[in-house]
């Protein structure tokens, strides 16, 4: 098996028949995860990591968020898992998530499910250099307060200012820049999921996921603002969908 080096295990389960995957949000690490492979016990859980964070704390910060999909999409590949697979993407991370799926699928593979938590459809990503230039320190920890999530003392922290937010500030850009494509939708099932109180997203463009998909798609709307899974981690809700797509 080749190394891994965009996914990691958050709890090993081998032997477990299926898999979720994790997309972490802008700025967000494997490490926002780490009690799912507990409360998601039935499956093996793993994570996306990111350059520029974690463990590839020393690497560059991806500028280009497509590249970035089709080379974590082509390390599952040669990775050899032919598990049934789900993936988890929040914010940020829903659309990265989808452009794997894309890449996946182009290669004749793909995944069982994607759920899709807290952020836009793809197609209504406008792809804006100029926004995507405008986010500086201010503007960054002004929608880091807004989202909820960031303790706002953490802003006031010189090792949190000096170490976390360039790449935070490298994701809210590489976010801004991405310009969703009309193209076909994509196979899998898609689930929609957004915060009712969410500052950023609406449920309807939450809701215009559906666009994404030929195959069944589900719009939910939980309790809670944008991080409303910091709070309450929807294990429930995906293994009932998972299960319900088993039949």
């Given at each position: 098996?080749?190394a891994?080096?965009w ?8 032997f477990?028949a299926?898999?979720?995957v994790?997309f ?18 039935a499956?093996?859980?793993q994570a996306?990591c990111?350059p ?33 697979t ?9 659309i990265?998530?989808y ?14 499910h ?10 209504l990503?406008?792809g804006?250099?100029?926004a ?6 201010a ?5 880091l307060?807004?989202?909820g ?20 500030g490298?994701?809210?850009?590489l ?15 898609v ?5 009712a109180?969410?500052p ?11 666009e994404?998909?030929r ?33």
């Open positions: 098996m080749a891994m080096v996914t990691q295990v958050v709890e090993a389960r081998p477990a299926e898999r979720v994790c972490p949000h802008a700025g967000g690490s494997p490490y926002f995860f780490r009690s799912w492979g507990k409360g998601l016990g499956y093996e859980v996306i990111y520029g964070r974690a463990e590839r704390f020393s690497e560059d910060c991806a500028e280009q968020l497509v590249p970035m999909a089709r080379e974590i999409a082509a390390e599952m590949l040669a990775s050899g898992d032919e598990r049934p789900a993936f988890f993407g929040h914010s940020m991370g829903a990265v998530a452009e794997v799926v894309r890449a996946l699928e182009e290669a004749g593979s793909g995944v069982g994607l759920f899709a938590s807290g952020a836009r459809a793809p197609h990503m406008a804006d250099p100029v995507a230039a405008a986010w500086d320190e503007s960054i920890a002004r929608t307060v807004e989202l999530g960031t303790e706002p003392e953490l802003l006031n922290n010189r090792a949190f200012v000096e170490l976390v937010m360039p790449y935070i490298a994701d809210f850009r976010l801004a820049a991405y310009e969703g494509q009309p193209r076909p939708p994509l196979d899998c099932p689930t929609a999921i957004v915060g109180s969410d950023r997203v609406t449920t309807a463009q939450s809701g215009a996921w559906r994404s998909t195959g069944p798609f589900g719009a939910l709307t939980v309790p809670g603002e944008h991080f409303y899974l910091a709070e309450e981690p929807p294990f429930a809700l995906i293994e009932e969908t998972l299960r319900a797509s088993r039949g």
